[in-house]
């Protein structure tokens, strides 16, 4: 028997723990998963059958440690070779817990030096690294000095059920949909052959989960990617017996399902996609579509009452806000037909939850990657019908007197005074793009943007402090007031968007696959921007000033952009002259929007390098080539001019760790400071507020702060958003 443990999103640990009990696992939460004993097979079944979890790990080692030299120690000494070949790809990830001074990138590092140096002791030869796709993966958690080792033998995320090859608006992971099915009682509503409505069903992910549930269709039946696979002890024979029976009660559960599923939406291209990834999960034959709007879409005869599950859009613009109060008062009263069904909606904004003229009968709260939202369930029927004319989406914004209630009228007139200011000043300056808000009022929690005849408006996360209730209320008034403000901005043209800690993958989450991609100038640079797609807008505006310092001091330098983003830094170096250039983010987005904004300005060819990196794993490429060339050649390898911008915190799937910019800063700038050249500079800058440096880089670098001296008059109101230093080497 072993032990294994079961990653959860947050929420549904619940769920994972009765899909175990229905497989005759016993399992427990221990912390944010799921632990349970039992065997291999139990685990194959886990992968195959678990719809809420993310991920199924096995526990092959626990010990201390000292530091991360005792545990490089030890684990060289583990018998690799009974898990992994010397042919297999592998990547290593560690977590910490109560270890504020392990760097988890490094700490990974180690863990990949234990198994590599192991394999070459034993074989003379050594397994290869691939931290996107690797045959197998190896977890470290640390808590405090205590560390335990496990193998995934999921391979990519549970989620991923092998069957979807696209997406639609307003994404929702197959694990939460099946949590929300649960939730709603649908496999003991399915066992009684009721109905399923999906109204905007967008690329079918909850329409097909039901149908698999209905079906009692395993999850993973249709993967043969399982890490388990290239596992050494995976055992083929106890697969197949898992395999077998889950095709048996696929076969048995397809004549059992007599419901119907039905799927309706607007786009016919979703409806397409919905029908593809049906059609390969085998859950066709019980669907129908409807082509068209939910309002129209009545009542069939014969529908036997059961539940209707959907998860519709939410709004990046004002105008789409506007829209989408309409669509909820349309899908109430379009549910009012469906006498005797339950219901459930899944919105991030329980505003709009209220429009519905529905009472829903239970809130529940999920986490639909790091967005927060309530899940709404309902009974249909008139005892649950609120009486109510239907709203008229612009009244909130027509009636002034509540509007300027609550401190509106002093955040209307903030808005006006820093409007007459900031516009006479970006004129005088030639600036399209600037910061006209950044929650000067404290109750006004928000940050409002102007690129070019747009506005973006942020909702920064409330404290725990202030009831959700009126933060609410204070939002929907910043909705009504910027529009009044800047009446000559078209409403379509006024984006909302919510500011949240990004992890990982987050980071770069797409809101929408609209590609709205327009450009801007910024002093000599076009730059292209994006107000949709995306958290950010792919220019950083707080660095307006450090970008026009790199453009004025570029001019036949050899320029480094480490964690370039969208590399506007780099096309100011290009307009301002630099003999070359090269550009490294970690994220493939990114690092294409950074080539096209390079084009855009008429740079490409040879001297423009862009790389696809960690930037930890590429300065310590970089330097060891560089160290194995003579002393004399080095330089060549050398710049002189480095801007690096670190996020504050991230933990992508792309790196072997997580950076911690206040933990991480001193060994990113040391390594940084190798590839200076003589006479040149390093300018380093964090959007971290409470960044101290570290003592030991005085010592060694010439530092200089020039926080100050960078910062713009548009941020001049919040002078700790970030701080800017220029480091170079101290005069021998």
């Not at 405090?144 to 059920?161: C, F």
Request: glycine share 6%; hydrophobic share 35%.
């Amino acid at each position: 028997m072993s032990l294994f443990f079961i990653t959860c999103a947050r929420g549904l640990t619940p769920y994972v723990i009765r899909e175990l009990a229905e497989l005759g696992i016993e399992g427990k939460q221990e912390g944010s998963g799921v632990v349970f004993e039992g065997t291999t097979q139990d685990a194959y079944k886990a992968c195959l059958w678990v719809r809420c979890g993310s991920r199924v790990l096995l526990q092959l080692k626990t010990g201390t440690m000292r530091d991360l030299d005792d545990l490089y120690a030890q684990l060289s000494t583990f018998p690799w070779s009974s898990h992994m070949s010397d042919n297999n790809t592998f990547a290593t990830k560690v977590t910490t817990q109560k270890a504020p001074k392990i760097h988890t990138h490094f700490a990974a590092l180690r863990v990949k030096d234990a198994i590599v140096d192991y394999f070459n002791t034993l074989l003379d030869s050594r397994p290869n690294v691939d931290t996107e796709y690797p045959d197998l993966r190896f977890y470290v958690h640390i808590h405090d000095k205590n560390y335990t080792l496990y193998l995934d033998l999921s391979g990519e995320p549970l989620h991923k059920r092998g069957f979807r090859t696209e997406q639609g608006v307003a994404p929702i992971k197959e694990n939460l949909a099946a949590a929300l099915l649960y939730r709603s009682n649908w496999p003991e509503k399915a066992a009684k052959h009721e109905d399923f409505i999906d109204p905007l069903c967008g690329a079918g992910t909850i329409l097909i989960e039901a149908a698999l549930m209905a079906r009692d269709i395993a999850p993973g039946l249709y993967r043969n990617d399982f890490a388990f696979m290239n596992w050494r002890k995976f055992r083929e024979e106890e697969w197949d017996v898992c395999l077998a029976d889950a095709r048996e009660r696929a076969e048995k559960g397809e004549a059992r399902y007599n419901g119907r599923l039905y799927g309706v939406e607007r786009s016919a291209r979703m409806i397409g996609i919905t029908k593809a990834n049906a059609d390969r999960a085998r859950v066709l034959k019980n669907m129908t579509f409807h082509h068209k709007n939910f309002q129209d879409f009545e009542m069939p005869e014969g529908l036997t009452p059961g539940l209707i599950v959907t998860n519709p859009p939410y709004g990046e613009r004002l105008g789409d806000k506007v829209e989408l109060v309409e669509t909820y008062q349309d899908l109430g009263d379009w549910m009012r037909q469906f006498a005797g069904f339950d219901a459930g909606v899944i919105t991030s904004d329980t505003e709009l939850g209220r429009v519905m003229g529905l009472r829903a009968r239970k809130l529940n709260k999920f986490f639909n990657g790091a967005l927060e939202t309530t899940y709404l369930q309902f009974t249909i029927a008139p005892d649950y019908f609120v009486d109510r004319e239907k709203a008229d989406a612009n009244e909130v914004r027509h009636n002034l007197e509540q509007i300027l209630s609550g401190g509106g009228e002093d955040f209307r007139n903030r808005l006006l005074k820093n409007k007459k200011h900031l516009e006479r000043w970006a004129n005088r300056q030639s600036i399209e793009c600037y910061r006209l808000y950044d929650a000067d009022l404290p109750e006004f929690n928000v940050a409002i943007d102007r690129y070019g005849d747009r506005l973006v408006i942020y909702e920064y996360a409330a404290p725990k402090t202030i009831n959700l209730k009126v933060a609410e209320e204070r939002f929907n008034r910043v909705l009504a007031i910027v529009p009044m403000v800047f009446d000559e901005v078209r409403e379509e043209h006024i984006y909302v968007k919510h500011r949240r800690r990004q992890k990982g993958q987050d980071q770069y989450e797409k809101y929408d696959e609209s590609r709205e991609f327009f450009e801007v100038n910024e002093g000599s640079a076009r730059v292209l921007v994006n107000l949709v797609d995306y958290l950010d807008t792919g220019l950083f505006l707080d660095h307006r000033s450090v970008r026009q310092y790199l453009f004025e001091n570029a001019r036949n330098k050899r320029f480094l952009n480490l964690f370039c983003y969208t590399g506007v830094g780099t096309v100011h170096a290009a307009n301002g002259g630099a003999r070359t250039t090269t550009s490294v983010d970690m994220s493939r987005t990114y690092l294409k929007w950074a080539e096209r904004n390079m084009r855009l300005n008429g740079h490409q060819g040879p001297k423009h390098i862009f790389d696809q990196s960690d930037v930890f794993e590429w300065l310590r490429k970089h330097i060891e080539k560089m160290r194995r060339k003579p002393l004399m050649e080095q330089r060549t390898d050398k710049f002189d001019l480095i801007f690096m911008d670190p996020p504050t915190f991230s933990n992508s799937k792309r790196m072997e760790g997580v950076l911690d910019i206040q933990r991480d800063h001193e060994h990113l700038i040391s390594e940084a400071m190798r590839l200076v050249d003589r006479g040149g500079e390093l300018i380093f800058s964090t959007n971290l507020r409470q960044f101290k440096m570290d003592e030991s880089l005085s010592e060694r670098f010439e530092i200089i702060d020039i926080s100050k001296a960078t910062l713009p008059e548009d941020f001049a109101r919040t002078p700790r958003i970030r701080q800017c230093f220029k480091i170079s080497h101290r005069l021998q």
